[in-house]
């Protein structure tokens, strides 16, 4: 008896600290999909669980970093969802693509249609962005949940290396390392192949070249072959013919 209820209390401790530990890994995330190197594009989906019981997620906003601006920022449609992009002008004109930027998106906000994330579901809000800085090992985006009870829960707080991650932490999005490297190992491994392949070519070309010789060889042997014997025929039956003739004459 006395160890069913030991393990009883031990089942509600648990869950208990389960309970209370839940809400600390239910908030808002950035993850992309695939690799998000540096200097590179790449999209990425801002997921957004519902942590309330009796409210529905509303509205998202998507804050983007200022201290490095974004020159391409697209958000994907989302049924029952309609997003808004603002964008602010720049202090320092920003170059991309061979042109000056003088304004980029600054937040994205979506807005439900409809009853929103209700309780026990999560939506994600995809995200086409870049090209990503070089100068940065990651990229924090402030959001701001709100529920339909008006309740609003700002995920602002920026983690910091070493220390216990805030109540409240804003999605950060890691950068891989840039894939130039990759990139040129590739070019060259394709031109090696390309060279390689055209010395195949030549090689059977060459070949092919020489079979096309021996064969003509052959068929002029053949043929001068053929003129011997017919010449030898020729000479064979002039000489029988002279042959009867005289014999006739002397009969």
């Keep these: 008896m006395k160890a069913s209820r030991i393990a009883a209390a031990g089942a509600v401790s648990g869950i208990a600290v389960l309970a209370l530990s839940a809400p600390a890994f239910a908030h808002v995330s950035v993850q992309p999909e ?148 990759a990139h040129g190992a590739s070019d060259a491994k394709a031109g090696d192949d390309t060279e390689a392949a055209a010395q195949n070519t030549a090689a059977d070309s060459a070949a092919s070249g020489s079979g096309s010789g021996d064969s003509s060889d052959t068929t002029a042997r053949v043929l001068g072959i053929v003129g011997i014997v017919v010449g030898a025929a020729g000479v064979a039956y002039g000489v029988l013919a002279g042959r009867r003739r005289d014999s006739g004459a002397a009969a």
Excluded: C
């Excluded at 983007?64 to 969802?81: E, K, N, R, T």
């Excluded at 693509?97 to 994205?108: A, I, M, N």
């Excluded at 249609?113 to 809000?125: L, T, V």
């Design 34 to 181: 695939g690799t998000a190197a540096k200097g590179g594009y790449a999209t990425v989906g801002f997921k957004v669980p519902n942590e309330r019981d009796n409210a529905s997620t509303t509205k998202l906003e998507i804050n983007f970093p200022a201290d490095h601006p974004l020159a391409s920022v697209m958000p994907q449609p989302v049924p029952g969802w309609k997003a808004e992009v603002t964008k602010s002008k720049l202090d320092k004109p920003l170059e991309s693509h061979g042109k000056q930027l003088t304004e980029v998106v600054t937040k994205v906000t979506w807005t439900a249609e409809g009853k929103g994330i209700e309780p026990g579901y999560f939506q994600k809000f995809p995200v086409s962005l870049g090209a990503l800085p070089e100068n940065t090992d990651q990229l924090v985006f402030k959001a701001i949940q709100t529920y339909s009870n008006k309740e609003v829960v700002r995920w602002i707080e920026v983690p910091r290396e070493g220390q216990e991650e805030p109540e409240t932490p804003a999605p950060v999005l890691e950068l891989s390392a840039a894939e130039d490297d």
